[in-house]
């Protein structure tokens, strides 16, 4: 319950500042209740789930979540939020004591898809990976996200991969495939999950 309202109360400041340095006043209030009501979502999902162990690597998770790692911590938040909006479901076995929030539903049938410490779509054949992306997260804190993006369209409009890419078992021959078999797990935060855990999509 303290890690639910205390990470709600810190995505209130948080929203607050962010709004307040766009906006001013005027922002400031919008920031603030856009990080209510998402860190309420968020703080409600972490108290339920028991996602924070009370033990030193707990706590220790807890802080850089909600310091180093917030721009993720809050990006996950809406992310979240959008899933719950869906009436998707948390995975409150697989979220407890773990570090991360797991919803049962994913975006695609196909993938499941990590932002901040949300998980979404997930399985024990594929955690792992998925854990690397948090890791990654939490290691590079404000850098992540805007590295990921920056890959993402580098590759997609100067497609380097192609130098180095297997097109004998996973050949580019269509649209969808330039993107699904290449871009994607071609990207830096991609391609050091694959090598930990799974099989990039032929």
Same mark, same amino acid.
Request: charged share 10%; with cysteine; glycine share 12%.
């Given at each position: ?38 860190? +309420? ?7 339920? +789930? ?49 570090g991360r929030i797991c919803v049962v539903e994913g975006v695609s049938p196909r993938y499941a898809t990590t932002i901040g410490t949300v998980c979404a779509g997930s399985s024990s054949g594929i955690q792992r ?8 997260? %939490? ?34 021959? %269509?649209?969808? %495939? ?12 991609? +391609?050091?999950?694959? %090598? ?7």
């Amino acid at each position: 319950m303290v890690f639910g309202i205390l990470s709600a109360s810190v995505q209130v400041g948080f929203g607050a500042l962010l709004g307040f340095l766009v906006g001013g006043p005027i922002g400031l209030l919008i920031g603030a209740v856009v990080g209510l009501v998402v860190g +309420a979502v968020f703080g409600w999902s972490v108290a339920s +789930a028991g996602v924070y162990a009370a033990d030193a690597r707990g706590i220790f998770l807890f802080v850089v979540d909600h310091t180093w790692s917030l721009l993720n911590t809050v990006v996950g938040a809406i992310y979240l939020t959008v899933h719950l909006i869906f009436g998707h479901s948390l995975d409150r076995p697989t979220s407890l004591g773990s570090g991360r929030i797991c919803v049962v539903e994913g975006v695609s049938p196909r993938y499941a898809t990590t932002i901040g410490t949300v998980c979404a779509g997930s399985s024990s054949g594929i955690q792992r990976h998925e854990d690397v992306h948090i890791f990654q997260g %939490r290691l590079l804190g404000p850098l992540y996200i805007p590295l990921v993006l920056a890959n993402y369209v580098l590759f997609t409009i100067a497609p380097v991969w192609l130098l180095y890419h297997d097109h004998t078992n996973a050949p580019i021959n %269509r649209f969808t %495939r330039y993107f699904e078999i290449g871009v994607y797990p071609h990207v830096w935060n991609e +391609a050091i999950a694959y %090598r930990i855990q799974g099989t990039p999509p032929r």
